[in-house]
């Protein structure tokens, strides 16, 4: 207990520095309990002296760490034009949208002509395209910005806990001035890591590869945001986040997995779960909210280990104290509250779980069978859900109303796709085919977590907006410690739990004959993965998916044999892969053909992760070259990987069996257009037939190339149109749609576009035909046998047969 009060009394300290303007004032109250000390017992009297030292010694510590902006400091340099800085990039650069974050360490600046040394963290913003990693030393010139204030979102108080202080958009010029000036052995966790994420991204497609990188790499940048919010709404965001949450339901889950398999009686089950606890935090980057997790871990295991789970709380607590008087900051950083507050759940409340449901199963403490594994995981999920539950609602608003049975659905397959996961990105790294073959296993885990979470976040009342303050978090802990203080003193069994024995007493014995989970468990991975096959096989129709990728164009095209052609793939953040990904089987990891209409980045930006991904085996695009960061990484990817290139011609037919074919009517041969609509006007211009069922893909053509195939010999009129650049009054005039003469329109374009696409003049000329847009209908799928034509929407899941 006087280790619990002097922590205690540290961290309250830190939290008084804060508010307390000058700490002669804090000195002057802490002197005068000290003498009110006095009359007190001796040990009683120590005790309170110590804790008034160190609540001194917290106020004193946070006093001493309060920012300065002078000049020595980056931050004084904030909004003050621009400025060269020499800094080291000091962590795995991630992945934002199009963009790359350089969390970049500064050391000088230049200064009126002169270098000078600086210290402070600015957060850097360079193209996604950009090669930089951990230990770069750069020298970047740009302009220093203050954070901003983000809606009911202090960024800057957020980044200010992390110590940086600055921000800088696309530098106007950065040179790499040496590389490997980081820690050797994080240089070489961060290498690993990246190299078993693209291990992942080789085997598994889309959106299961982003979900195992995120839980197995703690890369969770490219996770869909449709995937993202449902985590969200079905309270299982900490499967997916790096924080302290997510690596105590591991180390938990994990620690009662290895006792189910080795039970107590030797140290293995210590052993494993504590290189298990470590293993994850090296494998997420060593990052600081895992790092601060995995050592307050590593004391509860092995407080679990010598048989005091309880004597945890105060070496949780001094831990909490030491990394608080190293980094005062962290104390208000949610990452570390929730690292804490989910590890006291782990020892205060999963105990009395634990116990409670093995009583009701009538299962011993010393019994190893699925029943004891799977309570102890339940226990251990609950126990860190009511612990942090307040503070999630606090900081994000929102309460999950299926938090709890989202959790159990989920949470026994955590410890398969972590096993399988890294199993498939260590193989990867030395047998590409063999892993991908593994990932198979894998994919079967991650795909079950995606559609359990989709199910429950699709429920009306999944999820409930609520804010709450500061008191009632507060009110909250105070109502559960007292819970705790009476539930650990009044009578243990009741008659509720003596019925439930009674009717439950078979199962120990049915779970007693386990040896068969070494047989069932491959056998149901099988049965599985042929009834997947079996549900994803092709049928004797033809697909086209006009994709949902935002304001871009992305379309696939399955054909009855097999076939998978790309026409375009939308912007780099468009979320291509993950569409892919929804629509493949698992084991499709090839593309028969990429189309490139034209190099513009709403249209190619996709297609450059495809062809990192995904087998291409050849690639169809125009003669009009573009100087741009994509088109030239577009271009090096097809050398690098020897990808037969086509150009496209006017007149080309390219056949894609079963009597479907894909005639290419433009491209850019007759090089129409001005300087800023060239691109555009000479995009590829095909058309897709499959018997009586056409579809014209127009990409982004402007008019004066609509009036130009007016003129051609080539068959215009079409069952559907794919509307020209996206709905633009620059396209689709009348003369033209009166030759094509659609029964369906598709237009695709992002939702709330800054373009003002589509023009209400081009939705005016189309409302006699059947019209779909992406930013409403979602991804548009159509499918013809070459008789009939059949229309069905993501978003409203209606099937139409125009």
Not at 365 to 390: K, M, Q, Y
Not at 443 to 463: E, H, K, Q, T
Not at 573 to 585: I, K, P, Q, V
Not at 722 to 737: P, Q, R, T, Y
């Amino acid at each position: 207990m006087k280790l619990i009060f002097l922590s205690l009394c540290w961290i309250t300290g830190i939290c008084l520095g804060t508010w307390v303007g000058s700490p002669w004032v804090a000195i002057s109250a802490i002197v005068l309990a000290a003498l009110l000390a006095f009359p007190l017992h001796r040990s009683q009297a120590l005790l309170l002296c110590l804790c008034l030292i160190s609540l001194l010694g917290g106020i004193l510590r946070i006093q001493s760490t309060l920012p300065t902006a002078d000049k020595d400091t980056l931050q004084y340099y904030n909004d003050k034009g621009t400025v060269t800085i020499k800094g080291l990039v000091a962590a795995d650069p991630e992945t934002s949208g199009a963009s790359l974050t350089l969390h970049l360490e500064a050391r000088e600046i230049e200064s009126e002509g002169t270098w000078q040394k600086t210290s402070g963290a600015v957060l850097v913003y360079v193209p996604q395209s950009s090669s930089y990693k951990y230990g770069d030393l750069l020298q970047v010139e740009g302009k220093l910005k203050t954070p901003p204030q983000l809606g009911d979102f202090d960024w800057r108080e957020y980044l200010a806990r992390k110590g940086i202080h600055s921000l800088m958009n696309y530098p106007e010029q950065i040179e790499l001035l040496s590389k490997g000036q980081g820690f050797k052995p994080l240089e070489w966790v961060y290498g690993l890591r990246n190299r078993m994420s693209q291990a992942l991204d080789s085997a598994l497609p889309e959106p299961q590869s982003s979900l195992a990188q995120a839980i197995l790499l703690g890369k969770r940048s490219s996770i869909p945001d449709n995937l993202n919010v449902s985590f969200f709404r079905t309270g299982t965001t900490h499967i997916i986040a790096i924080s302290g949450l997510n690596l105590s339901i591991v180390a938990g889950i994990v620690l009662s997995l290895t006792v189910w398999l080795f039970g107590r009686r030797r140290p293995t089950y210590f052993w494993l779960a504590l290189v298990a606890v470590w293993g994850y935090a090296v494998l997420t980057g060593l990052q600081a909210p895992v790092l601060r997790a995995a050592i307050m871990g590593s004391l509860w295991l092995f407080a679990d280990y010598i048989g005091r789970p309880r004597s945890a709380l105060p070496a949780l607590l001094l831990a909490a104290a030491v990394m608080i008087g190293i980094r005062p900051s962290i104390l208000g950083d949610v990452s570390f509250q929730l690292s804490f507050a989910s590890m006291a759940g782990l020892i205060m409340l999963t105990p009395y779980f634990q116990s409670w449901g093995r009583k009701v199963l009538g299962i011993s403490d010393e019994a190893r069978t699925a029943g004891t594994f799977v309570i102890d995981s339940l226990s251990i999920t609950l126990g860190a859900i009511i612990a942090t539950l307040p503070i999630i609602v606090f900081y994000f608003h929102q309460i999950s109303l299926v938090a709890l049975p989202a959790n159990l659905f989920i949470i026994a397959v955590v410890p398969a796709i972590m096993v399988t996961g890294a199993i498939v990105a260590i193989i990867g790294l030395f047998a590409a085919p063999l892993a991908w073959v593994l990932g198979w296993v894998a994919w079967l885990f991650l795909s079950y977590m995606i559609w359990v979470v989709g199910f429950f976040s699709d429920l009306p009342f999944a999820s409930k907006e609520m804010g709450i303050g500061a008191y009632f978090v507060w009110g909250y802990y105070a109502v559960l410690g007292a819970v705790l203080w009476t539930v650990s003193n009044r009578a243990k069994v009741g008659t509720v739990i003596s019925r439930a024995r009674r009717h439950l007493s078979a199962v120990p014995e049915l779970t007693r004959r386990i040896p068969a989970k070494f047989i069932i468990f491959p056998l149901v991975i099988v049965v599985a993965l042929v009834w997947v096959a079996a549900a994803n096989a092709h049928d004797s129709r033809l697909h086209v998916f006009f994709l949902d990728v935002g304001q871009g164009d992305a379309i696939l095209i399955e054909t009855p044999s097999g076939q998978n052609i790309l026409i375009d793939g939308g912007s780099a953040d468009g979320g291509l892969a993950a569409c892919l990904g929804e629509r493949f089987s698992f084991w499709e990891r090839s593309i028969d053909l990429v189309v490139s209409t034209h190099p513009h980045e709403d249209h190619m930006g996709g297609l450059v992760e495809v062809l990192k991904e995904y087998e291409v085996k050849q690639v169809l695009e125009s003669t009009v070259e573009y100087d741009s960061p994509v088109y030239q990484e577009w271009r090096s990817l097809i050398e690098e990987k020897k990808i037969k290139s086509i150009t496209a011609h006017s007149g080309q037919h390219i056949e894609l069996g079963e009597g479907i074919r894909l005639d290419v009517l433009y491209a850019g041969e007759a090089s129409l257009g001005d300087t800023a609509s060239a691109l555009d006007c000479n995009s590829i211009v095909s058309r897709l037939v499959c018997g009586n069922v056409s579809i014209l893909l127009t990409a982004d053509i402007f008019g004066e190339t609509e009036k130009y195939l007016l003129n051609t010999r080539f068959e215009l009129s079409s069952t559907v149109l794919k509307v020209a650049h996206h709905g633009s009054d620059s396209s689709s005039c009348a003369e033209f749609l009166a030759v094509v003469k659609p029964q369906v329109a598709i237009i695709s374009v992002g939702a709330d576009n800054t373009f003002g696409h589509p023009s209400p003049d081009v939705v005016s000329r189309l409302s006699s035909t059947h019209l779909y847009r992406t930013d409403q209908q979602g991804t548009v799928e159509l499918i013809t046998d070459g008789k009939r034509l059949w229309v069905k929407t993501e978003r409203f899941s209606n099937t139409q047969k125009p």
